[in-house]
């Protein structure tokens, strides 16, 4: 997860009991349909989006003008299962508490950027973060009357207009720096319809206005076929405002790394590799600890070109959790890309599987003090991504 996700933790209080991914944000494709393919390898990808992010990889674009364009679409699938007890608190089996599947657009980002000699610039938008959550349930007395359906839906998205500008001091080393104004909405909408109808309906709508200014810097070193990039990244301003009400967020610095290394074989392989750690544990919310942990992630992947000029990716991603270590996250994902002149077109794969124990959370969806729940969830998601050098 992005580091501009680490704002959303304000919204715990309003989401208990709902995956990590709905009180942060799911972070949206940052970089290429490419580096979607090789294990969400941003800071490894050459691209004019992904130049937003990692400022100094602009300087290893073609010359002239290039631009590129990616969007997405995710299946989410969400099984809630009640453990069942006897009188001696033994576990008997399991009922199904609730089963969710939602088809969700996902927008992703067009950026452009020029390089001309030792300078480079890029310029763009990005949906840096994205909020889509469907749930509702039948909701059933201790006889399996039904008395009410539940009704939570939660939207929204951040919006990242970034520029960057790399300069290239030396033919193998450069320089970059860059920043973005991050804006969205988060809204929620929570609904309890009662089958008594002398009972009142519950009926909750919440919009959270976000916004703030992230600030980058990076380096590239260029070894003919090895290429390592670091830079570090740092939210300034950032506040989320409820009702008039406005909370200042205090986030902390992310260091990222990538490297790119091409073999020289008859495939044209290509290995890269990211890596980003973050302290979250100094995430504020006005002046109050967040009570996070440190959190980091990697991501892997290699291509091979394959016969009939087709491009064949493959890759994985590994996400700590600023939370907790049972919401640590694995993403599979896979690929393929085609180069017709100067447009170069790709597609992606991403599979995300995550399971979780809900132990006595009193929040969003309704939950049983006492009760246990087991939580099983999967992202699917495909995108597509098209480029072109001018």
Excluded: C
Aim: proline share 4%; aromatic share 10%.
């Amino acid at each position: 997860m992005g580091i501009t996700a680490g704002g959303m933790i304000i919204l715990l209080a309003l989401s208990g009991g709902l995956p990590e991914i709905n009180w942060l944000g799911d972070e949206g494709v940052l970089g290429s349909a490419a580096a979607a393919a090789l294990g969400n390898t941003v800071y490894a990808d050459v691209s004019p989006q992904a130049a937003l992010q990692n400022p100094a990889m602009s300087s290893r674009l073609p010359e002239g003008f290039s631009a590129g364009f990616t969007g997405s679409v995710a299946l989410d699938i969400e099984k809630r299962t009640r453990r069942v007890y006897d009188s001696f608190g033994g576990v008997v089996g399991e009922s199904e508490h609730s089963f969710n599947q939602n088809f969700h657009p996902l927008p992703g980002g067009v950026a452009m950027a020029w390089t001309q000699g030792s300078l480079a610039l890029a310029a763009g938008w990005r949906a840096s973060s994205t909020f889509g959550y469907e749930y509702s349930r039948v909701m059933n007395d201790g006889d399996y009357v039904e008395v009410a359906e539940e009704m939570l839906d939660v939207s929204g998205m951040l919006n990242d207009f970034g520029f960057s500008a790399a300069w290239t001091q030396w033919e193998s080393v450069s320089f970059g720096a860059g920043g973005s104004f991050v804006t969205g909405t988060r809204s929620s909408s929570h609904r309890i319809a009662y089958v008594d109808p002398t009972v009142t309906d519950l009926d909750t709508e919440v919009d959270t206005d976000i916004s703030g200014i992230v600030a980058r810097a990076s380096a590239v070193v260029d070894l003919g076929r090895v290429s390592v990039s670091a830079g570090i990244e740092q939210p300034v301003g950032w506040k989320a405002e409820i009702a008039s009400v406005e909370t200042d967020l205090t986030l902390p610095l992310t260091a990222r790394a990538g490297l790119r290394y091409l073999p020289g074989n008859h495939l044209m392989s290509l290995f890269v590799a990211d890596f980003w750690w973050s302290g979250t544990s100094s995430v504020e919310i006005d002046d109050v600890d967040a009570a996070m942990r440190n959190s980091w992630g990697f991501g892997a992947g290699v291509e091979n070109t394959l016969p009939g000029n087709t491009i064949g990716r493959v890759g994985f991603e590994y996400d700590s959790s600023p939370l907790a270590g049972a919401l640590n996250r694995m993403t599979f994902t896979t690929g393929l890309g085609w180069a017709v002149d100067d447009y170069s077109l790709d597609a992606a794969v991403s599979f995300s599987p995550i399971r979780w124990d809900q132990y006595q959370v009193d929040g969003l969806p309704s939950f049983t003090l006492g009760d246990t729940l087991v939580v099983e969830s999967s992202r699917t998601e495909f995108t597509l991504g098209l480029a072109k050098a001018f």
